[in-house]
Protein backbone atom coordinates (compact mmCIF):
# COMPACT_ATOMS: atom_id res chain seq x y z
CA UNK A 1 0.00 0.00 0.00
CA UNK A 2 1.48 3.20 -1.04
CA UNK A 3 0.89 6.49 0.57
CA UNK A 4 -1.79 7.54 -1.52
CA UNK A 5 -3.80 4.71 -0.12
CA UNK A 6 -3.02 5.08 3.29
CA UNK A 7 -3.71 8.88 3.38
CA UNK A 8 -7.35 8.08 1.82
CA UNK A 9 -8.14 5.13 3.96
CA UNK A 10 -7.37 7.75 7.01
CA UNK A 11 -9.56 10.17 5.70
CA UNK A 12 -12.53 7.97 4.46
CA UNK A 13 -14.18 5.06 6.22
CA UNK A 14 -14.24 1.41 4.51
CA UNK A 15 -17.84 1.23 2.47
CA UNK A 16 -19.63 -1.28 4.20
CA UNK A 17 -23.20 -2.69 2.69
CA UNK A 18 -26.39 -2.39 4.31
CA UNK A 19 -28.07 -4.83 5.79
CA UNK A 20 -31.80 -3.36 4.32
CA UNK A 21 -29.92 -3.08 1.04
CA UNK A 22 -28.59 -6.39 0.73
CA UNK A 23 -31.93 -8.39 1.99
CA UNK A 24 -33.53 -6.06 -1.03
CA UNK A 25 -31.46 -6.82 -3.48
CA UNK A 26 -31.13 -10.85 -2.12
CA UNK A 27 -35.42 -11.06 -2.47
CA UNK A 28 -35.09 -9.27 -6.27
CA UNK A 29 -32.53 -12.08 -7.13
CA UNK A 30 -35.06 -14.71 -5.93
CA UNK A 31 -38.08 -13.64 -7.62
CA UNK A 32 -35.72 -13.94 -11.22
CA UNK A 33 -34.30 -16.61 -10.20
CA UNK A 34 -38.00 -18.00 -9.86
CA UNK A 35 -39.10 -16.83 -13.01
CA UNK A 36 -35.93 -17.97 -14.94
CA UNK A 37 -35.89 -21.82 -13.54
CA UNK A 38 -39.64 -22.15 -13.74
CA UNK A 39 -40.94 -24.79 -16.23
CA UNK A 40 -42.41 -23.43 -19.28
CA UNK A 41 -45.84 -24.95 -21.01
CA UNK A 42 -44.94 -27.36 -23.61
CA UNK A 43 -45.82 -26.34 -27.01
CA UNK A 44 -48.50 -27.75 -28.98
CA UNK A 45 -47.71 -29.78 -31.99
CA UNK A 46 -50.50 -28.07 -33.61
CA UNK A 47 -48.89 -24.50 -33.17
CA UNK A 48 -46.55 -25.12 -36.82
CA UNK A 49 -49.96 -25.69 -38.89
CA UNK A 50 -51.50 -22.19 -37.79
CA UNK A 51 -49.58 -20.33 -40.56
CA UNK A 52 -50.72 -23.16 -42.88
CA UNK A 53 -54.65 -22.85 -41.61
CA UNK A 54 -54.00 -19.79 -42.39
CA UNK A 55 -52.83 -19.51 -46.04
CA UNK A 56 -55.54 -22.38 -46.53
CA UNK A 57 -58.43 -19.79 -45.63
CA UNK A 58 -57.42 -17.46 -47.48
CA UNK A 59 -56.83 -19.41 -50.36
CA UNK A 60 -60.16 -20.56 -49.87
CA UNK A 61 -61.76 -17.21 -49.81
CA UNK A 62 -60.24 -16.06 -52.84
CA UNK A 63 -60.95 -18.99 -54.87
CA UNK A 64 -64.60 -18.96 -53.85
CA UNK A 65 -65.01 -14.90 -54.59
CA UNK A 66 -63.37 -15.82 -58.03
CA UNK A 67 -65.63 -19.04 -58.78
CA UNK A 68 -69.25 -16.23 -58.12
CA UNK A 69 -67.39 -13.42 -60.46
CA UNK A 70 -66.12 -16.30 -63.00
CA UNK A 71 -69.98 -17.51 -62.90
CA UNK A 72 -70.89 -15.54 -65.66
CA UNK A 73 -68.04 -15.62 -67.66
CA UNK A 74 -68.34 -17.18 -71.37
CA UNK A 75 -65.85 -19.54 -73.24
CA UNK A 76 -62.65 -17.67 -74.36
CA UNK A 77 -63.54 -15.07 -71.11
CA UNK A 78 -60.16 -14.64 -68.63
CA UNK A 79 -62.29 -16.26 -66.02
CA UNK A 80 -63.72 -18.74 -67.77
CA UNK A 81 -60.82 -21.09 -66.42
CA UNK A 82 -61.69 -20.63 -62.47
CA UNK A 83 -64.99 -21.37 -63.81
CA UNK A 84 -63.80 -24.93 -65.01
CA UNK A 85 -61.76 -25.33 -61.96
CA UNK A 86 -64.71 -24.79 -59.94
CA UNK A 87 -66.63 -27.78 -61.72
CA UNK A 88 -63.48 -29.72 -61.46
CA UNK A 89 -63.12 -29.61 -57.62
CA UNK A 90 -67.17 -30.34 -57.54
CA UNK A 91 -66.33 -33.73 -59.93
CA UNK A 92 -63.26 -34.32 -57.53
CA UNK A 93 -65.22 -34.62 -54.46
CA UNK A 94 -68.14 -36.49 -55.78
CA UNK A 95 -67.71 -39.92 -55.34
CA UNK A 96 -71.72 -41.89 -56.62
CA UNK A 97 -71.49 -43.19 -60.20
CA UNK A 98 -74.99 -42.15 -60.39
CA UNK A 99 -74.08 -38.76 -59.25
CA UNK A 100 -71.30 -38.28 -61.30
CA UNK A 101 -73.34 -38.96 -64.09
CA UNK A 102 -75.86 -36.22 -63.58
CA UNK A 103 -72.81 -33.86 -62.61
CA UNK A 104 -71.94 -34.15 -65.83
CA UNK A 105 -75.14 -34.01 -67.89
CA UNK A 106 -75.91 -30.88 -65.44
CA UNK A 107 -72.60 -29.36 -66.98
CA UNK A 108 -73.28 -30.10 -70.60
CA UNK A 109 -76.58 -28.00 -69.68
CA UNK A 110 -74.25 -25.02 -68.36
CA UNK A 111 -72.04 -25.27 -71.49
CA UNK A 112 -75.49 -25.29 -73.72
CA UNK A 113 -76.73 -22.51 -71.77
CA UNK A 114 -73.32 -20.25 -72.62
CA UNK A 115 -73.34 -21.18 -76.66
CA UNK A 116 -76.93 -19.92 -76.30
CA UNK A 117 -75.81 -16.53 -74.60
CA UNK A 118 -72.48 -16.24 -76.65
CA UNK A 119 -75.18 -16.46 -80.26
CA UNK A 120 -77.63 -13.56 -78.88
CA UNK A 121 -74.83 -11.68 -76.90
CA UNK A 122 -71.55 -12.12 -78.41
CA UNK A 123 -71.46 -14.14 -82.07
CA UNK A 124 -67.60 -14.04 -81.99
CA UNK A 125 -67.76 -16.44 -78.90
CA UNK A 126 -69.90 -18.81 -80.51
CA UNK A 127 -67.51 -21.20 -82.14
CA UNK A 128 -65.75 -21.67 -79.16
CA UNK A 129 -68.72 -22.08 -76.56
CA UNK A 130 -69.91 -24.86 -79.46
CA UNK A 131 -66.41 -26.74 -78.91
CA UNK A 132 -66.77 -26.30 -74.90
CA UNK A 133 -70.04 -27.98 -75.37
CA UNK A 134 -69.53 -30.50 -78.02
CA UNK A 135 -66.56 -31.66 -75.34
CA UNK A 136 -68.84 -31.59 -72.61
CA UNK A 137 -71.50 -33.77 -74.05
CA UNK A 138 -68.17 -36.58 -74.88
CA UNK A 139 -67.20 -36.21 -71.29
CA UNK A 140 -70.77 -36.85 -70.30
CA UNK A 141 -71.07 -40.01 -72.90
CA UNK A 142 -68.51 -41.80 -71.79
CA UNK A 143 -69.22 -41.51 -68.39
CA UNK A 144 -73.06 -42.60 -69.40
CA UNK A 145 -70.97 -45.62 -71.64
CA UNK A 146 -69.43 -46.41 -68.29
CA UNK A 147 -72.52 -46.77 -66.48
CA UNK A 148 -74.52 -48.79 -68.88
CA UNK A 149 -71.25 -51.28 -68.43
CA UNK A 150 -72.39 -51.40 -64.68
CA UNK A 151 -73.21 -54.90 -63.38
CA UNK A 152 -75.87 -53.04 -61.29
CA UNK A 153 -79.59 -53.02 -63.51
CA UNK A 154 -80.85 -49.66 -61.41
CA UNK A 155 -77.25 -48.63 -62.61
CA UNK A 156 -77.84 -48.99 -66.07
CA UNK A 157 -81.58 -47.91 -65.91
CA UNK A 158 -80.40 -44.68 -64.17
CA UNK A 159 -77.65 -43.84 -67.33
CA UNK A 160 -80.56 -44.04 -69.94
CA UNK A 161 -82.91 -41.51 -68.02
CA UNK A 162 -79.97 -39.48 -67.36
CA UNK A 163 -79.20 -39.68 -71.17
CA UNK A 164 -82.97 -39.76 -72.56
CA UNK A 165 -83.78 -36.58 -70.70
CA UNK A 166 -80.48 -34.65 -71.29
CA UNK A 167 -80.58 -35.44 -75.19
CA UNK A 168 -84.39 -34.37 -74.83
CA UNK A 169 -83.65 -30.99 -73.23
CA UNK A 170 -80.31 -29.75 -75.72
CA UNK A 171 -82.31 -30.98 -78.29
CA UNK A 172 -85.12 -28.27 -77.23
CA UNK A 173 -82.75 -25.66 -76.89
CA UNK A 174 -80.61 -26.43 -80.07
CA UNK A 175 -84.15 -25.77 -81.98
CA UNK A 176 -84.40 -22.13 -81.12
CA UNK A 177 -80.71 -21.16 -81.81
CA UNK A 178 -80.79 -23.00 -84.97
CA UNK A 179 -81.22 -19.67 -86.97
CA UNK A 180 -78.56 -17.44 -85.18
CA UNK A 181 -75.89 -20.48 -84.93
CA UNK A 182 -72.72 -19.28 -87.04
CA UNK A 183 -72.08 -22.15 -89.78
CA UNK A 184 -68.17 -22.14 -87.57
CA UNK A 185 -70.03 -23.44 -85.09
CA UNK A 186 -72.35 -25.93 -86.48
CA UNK A 187 -69.72 -28.68 -86.72
CA UNK A 188 -69.31 -28.89 -83.25
CA UNK A 189 -73.03 -29.02 -82.51
CA UNK A 190 -73.44 -31.63 -85.11
CA UNK A 191 -70.74 -33.74 -83.53
CA UNK A 192 -72.22 -33.51 -79.90
CA UNK A 193 -75.93 -34.58 -81.35
CA UNK A 194 -74.19 -37.68 -82.85
CA UNK A 195 -72.89 -38.52 -79.49
CA UNK A 196 -76.55 -37.85 -77.61
CA UNK A 197 -77.83 -39.94 -80.52
CA UNK A 198 -75.48 -42.75 -79.83
CA UNK A 199 -76.15 -42.95 -75.85
CA UNK A 200 -79.93 -42.02 -76.24
CA UNK A 201 -81.17 -44.63 -78.71
CA UNK A 202 -84.68 -43.56 -80.02
CA UNK A 203 -87.36 -45.73 -79.31
CA UNK A 204 -86.33 -46.75 -75.86
CA UNK A 205 -89.24 -49.13 -74.38
CA UNK A 206 -91.19 -46.92 -71.38
CA UNK A 207 -89.96 -48.83 -68.16
CA UNK A 208 -92.03 -46.98 -66.02
CA UNK A 209 -95.72 -47.44 -65.10
CA UNK A 210 -97.94 -44.75 -65.93
CA UNK A 211 -100.20 -44.29 -62.85
CA UNK A 212 -103.93 -44.97 -63.22
CA UNK A 213 -103.13 -47.43 -65.75
CA UNK A 214 -102.52 -50.76 -63.41
CA UNK A 215 -103.97 -54.11 -64.88
CA UNK A 216 -106.81 -55.67 -62.75
CA UNK A 217 -107.75 -59.11 -62.89
CA UNK A 218 -111.27 -59.29 -64.10
CA UNK A 219 -113.78 -61.55 -62.29
CA UNK A 220 -114.96 -64.75 -64.38
CA UNK A 221 -118.27 -66.03 -63.62
CA UNK A 222 -118.90 -69.46 -61.95
CA UNK A 223 -119.73 -72.30 -63.73
CA UNK A 224 -121.12 -74.84 -61.39
CA UNK A 225 -123.19 -72.67 -59.77
CA UNK A 226 -126.87 -73.50 -61.23
CA UNK A 227 -129.81 -70.74 -61.31
CA UNK A 228 -132.88 -71.58 -58.65
CA UNK A 229 -135.84 -69.59 -59.08
CA UNK A 230 -136.15 -66.67 -56.51
CA UNK A 231 -138.45 -67.47 -53.89
CA UNK A 232 -141.89 -64.97 -52.82
CA UNK A 233 -141.55 -64.72 -49.23
CA UNK A 234 -145.11 -65.64 -47.70
CA UNK A 235 -147.02 -62.91 -46.42
CA UNK A 236 -147.60 -62.13 -42.66
CA UNK A 237 -150.66 -61.73 -40.63
CA UNK A 238 -150.04 -58.14 -40.38
CA UNK A 239 -149.65 -57.51 -44.13
CA UNK A 240 -153.58 -58.66 -45.06
CA UNK A 241 -155.82 -56.29 -45.36
CA UNK A 242 -158.14 -56.31 -42.59
CA UNK A 243 -162.16 -57.09 -44.11
CA UNK A 244 -164.35 -54.64 -42.25
CA UNK A 245 -167.10 -56.62 -39.82
CA UNK A 246 -170.79 -55.63 -40.51
CA UNK A 247 -172.07 -53.44 -37.04
CA UNK A 248 -174.15 -56.09 -34.34
CA UNK A 249 -177.31 -54.72 -34.09
CA UNK A 250 -178.65 -54.45 -30.26
CA UNK A 251 -182.25 -56.16 -28.97
CA UNK A 252 -185.29 -54.24 -28.66
CA UNK A 253 -186.84 -53.73 -25.33
Known amino acids: MNDLDRDLAKRFARPVMRNAFRAELRNKLMREAQTILSPRPARSPLLWLRPALAAGAVTLAVVTLAGTVAASSLAGDPLFGVKRATEEVAFTFTFDDVARVQLLSDLTDRRLAELSE ?6 AAAPTASAEYAAAVERFARAVDTLKAAPSEEKRDAADDVADA ?23 VERAKDEERRIAPTGRPDRTQRPGTELRPTATPRTNETSRPAITPRPIDSDRPETPRPPTSSPRR
Open 118 to 123: ATRERP
Open 166 to 188: AKSKHDAVLETIDERLPDDARPN
